[in-house]
């Protein structure tokens, strides 16, 4: 939902820039926004499970979870302390986050529980909460319809760039305990097309077995630039 119906929708009014040119460089962090907005207002929607596309509203329940603690708390991992965020889709995941838990405070949507010195973010009304995703996946698209660089620039600014110093170091603290690496990477799907007569008439889902093969082969197949010996 967020590549298809997120990034594919919106429209930019009459005589309007492009959002390289009219947000510049909030541009690509008020995208993802918007994108995973689309993705995560629809995923509270009963019509999804009339469809059949997941069993019960409780995977949109436990994707709200997932979301706020990872924008609040789990990303700021990745960044060195003292540092602020930089990259795009970090920006917009506390920004959206970080958002919702304010405008949801007086409401108590999203509470902050410090117990046993460790911070938690719970979402006590998922239904509230995904009102106030609506409301700003209205503001953002109005944002980008209209160029308003200066209301792109406070919302990023505001609420994507900075993180807590007393929270960044708790959760550093946190996760060298963990003893592993920020970053993942995954196995793709493979889709093989299965032939007859010259025409497809199934495809087979085949997984690669080593990550490295994988992206050696995707190079191959896929980069722009000559392969260097």
């Known amino acids: 939902m967020h590549e298809v119906i997120g990034h594919a929708s ?3 009014e ?7 040119e009219t947000l510049k460089n909030y541009a690509s962090a008020l995208e993802e926004g918007r994108a995973d907005l689309v993705a995560l207002y629809y995923l509270m929607d009963p019509k999804l ?9 409780d995977y949109g329940k436990a994707s709200y979870d997932e979301y706020i603690t990872k924008g609040l708390i789990i990303q ?12 795009s889709h970090m920006r917009n995941r ?3 986050a970080g958002w919702a838990y304010e405008k949801g405070k007086k409401e108590n949507v999203i509470e902050k529980i410090v117990k046993d010195n460790k911070t938690y973010f719970v979402v006590n009304d998922y239904a509230k909460l995904r009102v106030l995703f609506g409301d700003l996946l209205r503001e953002i698209q109005r944002i980008k319809s209209q160029g308003d660089y200066k209301a792109g620039h406070d919302l990023i600014e505001n609420y994507g760039v900075k993180i807590d110093p007393a929270l960044h170091k708790e959760v550093l603290d946190r996760y060298s305990k963990l003893k592993i690496a920020p970053y993942a990477g995954f196995i793709q799907p493979k889709l093989v097309p299965v032939m007859k007569d010259g025409k ?5 889902i085949e997984y690669p077995t080593s990550f490295v093969d994988q992206m050696l082969e995707y190079g191959k197949t896929y980069g722009l630039l000559p392969a260097v010996n």
Request: aromatic content about 2%; cysteine-free; proline content about 5%.
């Open 76 to 87: 700021s991992s990745r960044i060195k302390f003292g540092n602020n965020i930089e990259e």
């Open 14 to 20: 009459e005589g309007i820039a492009q959002p390289h």
């Open 94 to 96: 506390q920004m959206v």
């Open 10 to 12: 919106g429209q930019i």
């Open 200 to 204: 497809i008439v199934d495809v087979k």
């Open 49 to 57: 499970v009339e469809l059949g596309v997941m069993p019960s509203l």
